[in-house]
């Protein structure tokens, strides 16, 4: 399976159906079944602004579940769209019950 790894709360945000589009700088080909790996990091911000949304800790350093990422373009409506950015349009959320922990890297990658 391809493997995303993105900055928490935003994996959490994404697995748990919140988050529609994944704000990226660069476009990608793929389409399909993609994982979410919440990685290291956290964007202490938007932790501060929707970390309410969430049910539970944030888990670090493990994917966390999976989405269909089904388009990528560069005008999305979502409210989740970052203007000049790539946006990754998801759906089909689904969150493992049991995070599979496991080192993040740049890019998409492969399980």
């Given at each position: 399976m391809k493997v995303l790894t993105v900055r928490e709360p935003w994996?959490?945000?994404?697995?748990?159906?919140?988050?529609?589009?994944?704000?990226r700088s660069w476009r990608t080909?793929?389409?399909?079944r993609l994982g979410i790996h919440a990685g290291n990091g956290v964007h202490r911000d938007a932790l501060d602004a929707y970390g309410h949304l969430l049910d539970g800790k944030l888990v670090h350093g493990a994917l966390i579940g999976s989405v269909t990422l089904v388009d990528c373009i560069e005008h999305s409506r979502s409210k989740w769209a970052e203007p000049g950015m790539w946006h990754w349009v998801l759906a089909d959320p689904r969150k493992l019950v049991h995070p599979r922990p496991m080192p993040g890297r740049l890019g998409l990658w492969q399980t």
């Amino acid at each position: 399976m391809k493997v995303l790894t993105v900055r928490e709360p935003w994996a959490s945000l994404i697995v748990a159906g919140i988050k529609d589009v994944e704000n990226r700088s660069w476009r990608t080909n793929f389409r399909g079944r993609l994982g979410i790996h919440a990685g290291n990091g956290v964007h202490r911000d938007a932790l501060d602004a929707y970390g309410h949304l969430l049910d539970g800790k944030l888990v670090h350093g493990a994917l966390i579940g999976s989405v269909t990422l089904v388009d990528c373009i560069e005008h999305s409506r979502s409210k989740w769209a970052e203007p000049g950015m790539w946006h990754w349009v998801l759906a089909d959320p689904r969150k493992l019950v049991h995070p599979r922990p496991m080192p993040g890297r740049l890019g998409l990658w492969q399980t």
